[in-house]
């Protein structure tokens, strides 16, 4: 069976850029999360959504955005990007929203120069 | 503020012997505790979990022992084998948080042969 699956594995931009970071949800899922990993930090939630509706959000400003569609993938969007948005990005799915155990992506490692 | 402290940044064990990690909470609003495995270049691996309602919980090699009235828990592998090394985080939910999770900044255990 697959696992969760993110694209791309790593990722270069610069300041004020824009970038859409991409996950697949393990078959069967209909919740993703998001989390940033900053290093030497632990992973820290930004979205959850299930059946294309946010369920919950983290402290992160506007320029955080993220959907989820019919086949319950999930794109997150980040705008104008900052150096401080270098990080890992870690998508996590679950059966549904209620779900307490959440089973992660390998990540994309966005690095804003 | 950091809602789950992981106080040590990490730990040295012999093959063979007890490894213990600790975190410690500060909300006693979270009722669901977990412990995530993490090796380099993949997402975190679910290890074990415990809810507010026990006070222990084991899986094989693996045990959470969980204190509530001191907003504690630990993390007790035995015996530890090389394999173990990777960081561990120690994440919570619940509250405000809902399903999603606060996680703790990790510690990095090293099994030595």
């Known amino acids: 069976d697959a696992g969760v699956t993110q694209s791309p594995t790593h990722l270069i931009k610069t300041r004020g850029q824009q970038v859409t970071l991409r996950c697949s949800p393990i078959?069967?899922?209909?919740?993703v999360s998001w989390y940033q990993q900053v290093l030497g930090q632990g992973p820290q939630f930004i979205f959850q959504?299930?059946?294309?509706?946010?369920?919950g959000r983290g402290n992160f400003p506007d320029r955080f955005s993220a959907r989820q569609f019919p086949n319950y993938s999930s794109e997150l969007n980040v705008n104008a990007l900052l150096l401080g948005d270098s990080a890992l990005y870690l998508c996590?799915?679950?059966?549904?929203?209620?779900?307490?155990?959440?089973?992660f992506g390998p990540g994309t490692r966005l690095l804003v120069l | 503020d950091q809602q789950v402290k992981q106080n040590s940044p990490s730990l040295s064990v012999q093959e063979g012997r007890i490894s213990i990690l600790n975190c410690d909470y500060t909300?006693?609003?979270?009722?669901?505790f977990l412990w995530y495995k993490k090796y380099p270049a993949e997402g975190p691996t679910f290890l074990i979990s415990?809810?507010?309602?026990?006070d222990k919980n084991e899986d094989g090699r693996f045990t959470v022992f969980l204190n509530k009235s001191a907003k504690h828990l630990s993390l007790h592998i035995v015996p530890s084998q090389p394999g173990d090394s990777a960081v561990y985080f120690c994440?919570?939910?619940?509250?405000?948080?809902?399903?999603?999770?606060?996680f703790g900044p990790g510690t990095r255990l090293s099994v030595l042969p």
């Open positions: 909300n006693s609003m979270f009722d669901y």
């Open positions: 994440a919570a939910s619940g509250g405000t948080y809902g399903q999603n999770f606060v």
């Open positions: 078959s069967g899922h209909k919740s």
């Open positions: 415990i809810s507010s309602i026990k």
């Open positions: 959504y299930y059946e294309k509706e946010e369920r």
């Open positions: 996590a799915s679950s059966l549904d929203w209620a779900d307490e155990t959440q089973y």
